[in-house]
């Protein structure tokens, strides 16, 4: 190939890098920097590897095509549709809608498992991990009397977790129940790992406080109005 050509090849892989550090879509950018590496590996081997440079050209693009293929194939992957399990789905569908199916399954992989029946899930006073009531009912207690009931979908600690104090109420499972349960340190390992899904994980837990908080307000002013009534009538 005479060096006219060659040179066309090295400008026209160089174009191509560059256009693929402008686009945002990670797939769009492996594919055209594997596409730029192509022309770099052709161009230096048709030039003569031992020429000046070009043993080393030869060499970093074959490994950087190397890498944007391993990403491309990693990115593909993970965009395959990936059904949630039918014993979880209406989990998925509550607090976890934004996450994809996918990442909700890692996020439960995170997780330790516990089947518990007859005993207390969470101790008030004592700090907690985040759980999930995946199966079953649990119940919340405040000075032994039962306060609420806790239905799968729904999280438990998510209070202590978020504001770094200890539980304010008891959480007990007179029945079979199944939760996820994620510690500090498995979030924190979360983070280091999948960053955007513990980010993720995070806006699900100030959701359901928030919800909560609201239920919370809720019930105090039907009370308030209910005593208005009461001493009215």
Not at 12 to 18: C, D, H, K, M, Y
Not at 142 to 151: A, N, P, R, T, Y
Request: net charge neutral; aromatic share 10%.
């Amino acid at each position: 190939m005479d060096f006219l050509s060659l040179t066309l090849l090295f400008f026209v892989s160089e174009l191509i890098l560059s256009i693929s550090y402008m686009t945002h879509r990670i797939l769009v950018l492996r594919s055209l920097a594997a596409v730029a590496y192509v022309g770099f590996i052709i161009a230096s081997y048709l030039s003569g590897l031992m020429k000046s440079g070009m043993i080393t050209t030869f060499c970093f693009a074959s490994l950087n095509f190397v890498f944007n293929v391993v990403h491309i194939i990693r990115l593909i992957y993970l965009k395959l549709p990936q059904p949630v399990p039918k014993n979880v789905k209406a989990v998925y569908e509550g607090y976890f809608s934004s996450l994809t199916p996918r990442e909700f399954i890692t996020l439960l992989r995170f997780a330790e498992h516990h089947t518990l029946e007859n005993e207390a899930i969470i101790q008030k006073g004592e700090y907690c991990s985040v759980s999930l009531v995946l199966w079953g009912k649990a119940y919340a207690s405040v000075q032994e009397k039962i306060v609420g009931e806790i239905l799968p979908g729904h999280f438990l600690g998510e209070i202590s977790y978020l504001t770094g104090k200890p539980a304010i109420a008891t959480v007990l499972a007179k029945e079979k129940v199944t939760v996820a349960s994620w510690s500090k340190e498995t979030i924190k390992a979360l983070a280091k790992k999948h960053d955007e899904l513990a980010a993720k994980f995070d806006q699900c837990l100030i959701k359901s406080l928030t919800d909560k908080l609201a239920l919370s307000n809720e019930n105090a002013l039907h009370s308030v109005l209910y005593q208005l009534e009461e001493e009215s009538s």
